[in-house]
């Protein structure tokens, strides 16, 4: 639902410590969200995840590449009260970032995501979930939270989609019609039983196109909602830990840092052929001692990939050129 006052059911429900849970409060959170700048807020149930048998194939081929955290965190993932005990709520939102595509002064870009200018996108949505989860506890004292962003172990876009609030792309990306896929999802698991309509999750409406598989340049993305992450640009420029190589660079295009093709070509995503100015020039970059890094980049997302893997990306793309 959009995260304005809507009209919210009447059901009555009960919270683990006996209080009634009135549609009010829900009504409440949802204006919250709203003031805060959320578009969108749903709620479901914790328990198995919709996705999680697809996650569990997903894992066992390997095709998460050398990302073992996921791997060591499947069990977490097979139901969210595993990382809050008596969670009896997930409350799903979504928070937008630019589409202008951010530019160093050469031209180069990074995926929007990241949001150069600003504080790593971690810290900030844990804040403003934060806030929203701060308006449940004081009107359910005794009542617990936990806020994810998305290095927690819960598969986010799973109970995104079974709040209703958008659909899975081909791109598998939670798409927000009407809003598009740019924006960051946060969960808050509660331990009060909120009340919320009846919620059918989203049919997709991607149709016939195939336009993200289409334009995917390393073939990662090899089917309708079938991504083999060893090959996604995201995961090579960010998470691997080994250094690009130059058949990488050659399909990396200008992008240094991430890879949003997949998005860009989405219909549903407008105003993604914007540019903004948000970064020095790589040649900047590139001479950056971990000094400099820490000045310019210090408090950014560009700080959990450090300052070798970032020149390592633009040496691959620049080899490329
Ligand atoms: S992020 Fe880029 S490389 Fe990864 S699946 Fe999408 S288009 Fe392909
Ligand atoms: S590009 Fe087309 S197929 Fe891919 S997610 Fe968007 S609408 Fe769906």
């Known amino acids: 639902m959009k995260a304005s006052p809507p009209s919210i059911c009447n059901t009555q429900a009960h919270s683990s410590n006996s209080q009634p849970v009135s549609d009010k409060s829900t009504s ?20 198995r995840p919709l996705f999680f048998d697809q ?16 791997d060591r965190s499947v069990r977490l993932r097979e139901d969210p009260v595993r990382l809050l005990d008596g969670g009896r709520t997930v409350v799903s939102l979504a928070y937008p ?9 050469d031209g180069f870009s990074v995926a929007r995501y990241t949001e150069p200018e600003k504080e790593d996108y971690h810290n900030r949505l844990r804040k403003l979930g934060r806030r929203v989860a701060k308006e ?6 005794g009542s617990k939270t936990r806020v994810c962003i998305d290095s927690a172990p819960i598969m986010e876009r799973s109970f995104a989609y079974s709040s209703g609030i958008g659909f ?11 809003h598009g896929s740019y924006v960051f999802l946060v969960e808050i698991l509660v331990t009060v039983p909120l009340s919320y309509p009846k919620i059918e999750p989203m049919s997709s409406q ?14 990662a993305l090899d089917g309708a909602f079938s991504l083999n992450a060893s090959r996604c ?6 998470e691997d830990p080994s250094a690009v190589g130059s058949e990488t660079g050659k399909k990396m295009g200008k992008c240094f840092f991430g890879c949003d093709i997949c998005q860009e070509v989405c219909p549903f995503n407008e105003g993604g052929s914007s540019e903004r100015p948000a970064l020095p020039s790589t040649k900047e970059i590139l001479g950056m001692g971990e000094e400099g890094f820490s000045e310019v980049f210090g408090k950014t997302v560009f700080e959990r990939a450090g300052l ?10 620049r080899s490329a050129a």
């Open 308 to 317: 070798e893997k970032m020149k390592s990306n633009i040496r691959a793309l």
């Open 28 to 47: 409440s959170l949802i204006e919250k969200a709203s003031c805060l700048g959320f578009v969108e807020i749903g709620f479901s149930r914790p328990g």
């Open 55 to 70: 996650f569990c194939s997903w894992i066992s081929s390997g095709r998460h590449g050398e990302m073992g955290w996921l």
């Open 168 to 178: 899975i792309g081909k791109n598998n990306m939670l798409i927000i019609p009407g």
């Open 97 to 105: 970032y630019p589409p202008a595509k951010p530019l160093t002064e």
């Open 206 to 219: 991607c149709g016939s196109c195939k336009l993200c598989i289409d334009a995917c340049p390393t073939g």
């Open 136 to 141: 449940i506890t004081e009107r359910y004292p």
């Open 233 to 238: 640009l995201s995961y090579l420029t960010i």
